[in-house]
């Protein structure tokens, strides 16, 4: 399979822990794209690399979300003391660098359940 | 703050009928597309429309660039149960910002 891979799909945790996730852009793509969908609501923008360098940050990004991709491959998101608000599914994506209308390609997401 | 707005909002429709989203804004977009999206997974791309009036066609999908770039349609024939899903529009606005402008979707559902 060489579409986008997220891990782990599913996560409960209680509010306060610290949770990470995972994604494994397509191989030969330089974007990688954080998104978060709450229900009822299309996926909003959160942070966007390309290669390992954060290049746009959203203002939804607190404080408490960090993003990394250290060698411009796979990247992680994580979200420290977590609260109830952060419930959502965080979904990845990726696009090639001369990809110029931005087609996204988006792994099946991260589901974060916050108690 | 670009925003656009899909309608409707859910749509319940039986097997064999025409029907037709949209997809509007007060903005202009570099591009548009549209995603399906089912329970549970993450958005599929379906098309990207680039050029104000343009129409492309994926078997009974039919996508449409309004001609000032701010709004789109996307009109399915002869709806089938796996057309069901959330259909999703997204703009770009270019000018260096790769970052995609979601709609809150349409929820179809096509009844067997």
């Known amino acids: 399979d060489t579409g986008v891979s997220q891990n782990p799909r599913h996560k409960i945790t209680k509010r306060g822990q610290n949770v990470t996730f995972r994604c494994d852009p397509i191989?030969?793509?330089?974007?990688l794209y954080w998104y978060r969908q709450t229900l009822g609501q299309g996926p909003e923008f959160l942070t966007y690399?390309?290669?390992?360098?954060?290049?746009?940050k959203s203002r939804l990004l607190s404080d408490r979300f960090s993003a990394e991709r250290p060698k411009g491959s796979f990247s992680t998101l994580e979200i420290q003391r977590t609260e109830q608000g952060d419930s959502a599914m965080y979904l990845c994506?990726?696009?090639?660098?001369?990809?110029?209308?931005?087609?996204?390609?988006f792994g099946e997401g991260s589901r974060l359940t916050v108690l | 703050t670009q925003l656009l707005e899909q309608s409707p909002q859910f749509l319940s429709i039986q097997e064999g009928e025409n029907l037709t989203v949209y997809c509007n804004s007060s903005?202009?977009?570099?591009?548009l597309q549209w995603y399906r999206q089912e329970p549970g997974e993450g958005p599929v791309l379906l098309v990207t429309?680039?050029?104000?009036?343009e129409v492309k066609k994926l078997k009974r999908l039919t996508f449409q660039f309004g001609d000032a770039r701010k709004d789109s349609s996307l009109h399915i024939t002869a709806a089938q149960p796996g057309d069901t899903g959330l259909y999703l529009c997204?703009?770009?606005?270019?000018?260096?910002?790769?970052?995609?402008?979601f709609g809150k979707g349409t929820k179809l559902s096509v009844i067997p």
């Open positions: 903005s202009v977009f570099s591009s």
């Open positions: 429309v680039v050029t104000g009036g």
């Open positions: 994506a990726s696009s090639a660098l001369n990809s110029g209308t931005g087609e996204l390609f």
């Open positions: 690399f390309q290669n390992e360098a954060q290049l746009e």
């Open positions: 191989s030969e793509h330089n974007r």
């Open positions: 997204a703009g770009g606005s270019g000018a260096g910002s790769y970052q995609l402008t």
